[in-house]
Every structure is written in C-alpha cells, then in structure tokens.
C-alpha cells in the first residue's frame, strides 16, 4: 500500500471514536426527544377536538378552519390548543431531524470501519519493520510525535464538526430569511390592498415555514454552542421567533393598525435573522482558518516523521 494512501486512511480513522461517541450520545437525544414529543402530544390529544386531521394540517389551517367553526372567535380553550399545537410541530420536526441525522452518523461509521480493517491489517505489516529497525531514542521521539498528531487529530475533528453544526444553523436561518421576506411581501398588501382572509393564509404559510426554520434554529444554535465550546474558539447565543400571540390578535382585530404591527414583528424577525447570518458566517470563517492552520501543524509532524524513519533505515 502506498504511504499517501495509508497517511490518508489514518487521518479519517481519527473520526471514528469521534463519531461512535457522537453516535451514543445522539441515541440518548433520540429517546429524550421522543418522550417528550409523547408529552405535548398527551397534552394536544387532550386539547384538540379532531387530532389526527390536525397533526396534519399546517398551523394557518388549522386557525383558518377554527375561525370558521367559531365564527371569527377564538375562546381561550381553542388558543390552548393552537398552543399545543405548535409545541407537537417543534417536537416532530425535533424527533425528525434527529433520526435524519443518526442515519447520516450510521453510514459515516459503517464506511469508517471497512477502511479500519484495511488499514490495521497493513499497519501490522509496517509495525514489525518499525520495531526491528528504530533505534530507543527515536522511537522515543517517534511516540511523541504520535501522541501530538493525534491530540491535533482530535482537535480537526472538533473543528469540522463545529463547523458542520455553523453550516447547518446558516442553511436554516437562510431559509428562515426567505420565508419572512415573502410574509413580509403579503403583510405589505394586507395593509394597502386589504386582501382579506386569501392574503391572510398565504402570509401565514409563509410565517409557518419560518416558524419551523426558528424552532430547528432553537436546538440547531444549542449544537453550535456545544461544539464551539469543545474547542473554545469563541461561543455566540441567539433567540429567534414569532409570537404566536401576534397571529391569533391579527386575525382578531383584522384593520390597517393590527396588520402594520404585524409586519414590523416580521422585520424585526427579518433583523435578527440577518444578524445571527453574519455571526454564523463569521464562524465559519474562523473554524476554517482553525483548520488550516491545524492541518499545517499535522503535516509538519508527518513530515518529522517520516524523516526520522528515513534516517533509521
């Protein structure tokens, strides 16, 4: 087998721990976020009066249809299960990404551990040369030049994977921008066009995409944190979201000064949304440098020590 071929095999090896222990730490996250989806869902089974049409309906349908069946009147039972409602949306879609995100994991691991066959089996071969031909003192310089590539090893793999959570919170937030703009467009012609309840539910479509953008961006900055802090780069905290309050009251009171309040919540959305954009790009600006700059050090250690190899043979 060739050096290059072996050098490559063994630094993607160094994820493999990584990732089993992400993998069992993901389990855990799995089990917690499916027993609390059964929570909100006891409590919205025991609000809704026709729960299996409404786990699949959007949120601005279900308020369309109730403000149908009430006439125009939302009573305080029916906003707690709008309520309920949103919680069961944010806990699925929670549950959702996670099972997306362990099969992602599973086949990383599964690739990785055919590679590890084939590179232990050749290791053997090169370990038996080492040892009849390495001097005491170079191996002893040899063995620490291993342990610093592999502490530097862990390091990229903490960074990649930081940046693989900033990469995900952008994307999401990204999408959340989009979805606000459009909501934005229509509240725009609600207050000039009085457009009634069509302008309504497609402002509202809009507003429920970004709704679920801002509830993957709750846990999806969570991850963020967790990563940045394991290799203490910088750390950056954000809360996002639409006050569901805000589209129960504009349905309510349905005049030009409800419509203008809700269209400066959805600016205010579209700011913030702007702000942690820049941040995360910030981010990722910085993690890639990290890992620029680590995977110079872990080259210079390569080269050390396949000088030194050299120089015993």
């Not at 990584?18 to 993901?26: A, I, M, S």
């Not at 290791?123 to 005491?136: A, C, F, H, N, Q």
């Not at 569901?244 to 009171?253: I, N, Q, V």
């Amino acid at each position: 087998m060739e050096n290059q071929k072996l050098l490559d095999m063994r630094n993607s090896l160094t994820m493999l721990p990584v990732l089993q222990h992400r993998l069992q730490k993901l389990e855990k996250r799995i089990i917690e976020a499916e027993k609390e989806m059964d929570v909100v869902l006891q409590q919205y089974n025991a609000e809704a009066v026709d729960v299996e049409q409404m786990k699949r309906d959007s949120l601005s349908n279900t308020l369309l249809k109730l403000i149908k069946k009430y006439e125009g009147k939302l009573d305080k039972e029916t906003q707690e299960m709008l309520a309920a409602k949103m919680e069961y949306d944010k806990a699925s879609d929670r549950v959702m990404d996670l099972h997306s995100e362990r099969n992602e994991l599973k086949a990383r691991i599964s690739s990785l551990l055919v590679n590890k066959q084939e590179y232990e089996a050749e290791l053997r071969k090169r370990e038996d040369i080492v040892k009849t031909s390495i001097t005491s003192k170079a191996y002893y310089i040899y063995k620490k030049l291993q342990e610093d590539r592999e502490a530097l090893g862990k390091q990229l793999i903490e960074i990649e994977e930081a940046k693989r959570a900033a990469n995900y919170v952008l994307s999401t937030a990204q999408s959340a921008l989009e979805h606000l703009q459009s909501a934005e467009g229509w509240a725009t012609y609600d207050i000039w066009a009085r457009g009634g309840v069509i302008s309504h539910m497609a402002k509202y479509s809009h507003i429920d995409d970004a709704q679920a953008d801002f509830n993957r961006l709750s846990y999806q900055i969570k991850d963020l944190k967790k990563e940045l802090a394991d290799i203490k780069v910088f750390e950056t905290a954000y809360d996002v979201g639409i006050d569901a309050t805000t589209r129960m009251f504009d349905f309510w009171f349905d005049n030009i000064f409800t419509d203008l309040n809700v269209r400066e919540k959805i600016r205010a959305d579209e700011q913030e949304v702007n702000k942690l954009t820049h941040e995360i790009e910030s981010i990722i600006a910085k993690l890639e440098e990290t890992r620029i700059e680590t995977l110079s050090k872990l080259d210079s250690i390569e080269n050390k020590k396949n000088e030194l190899l050299i120089s015993n043979n």
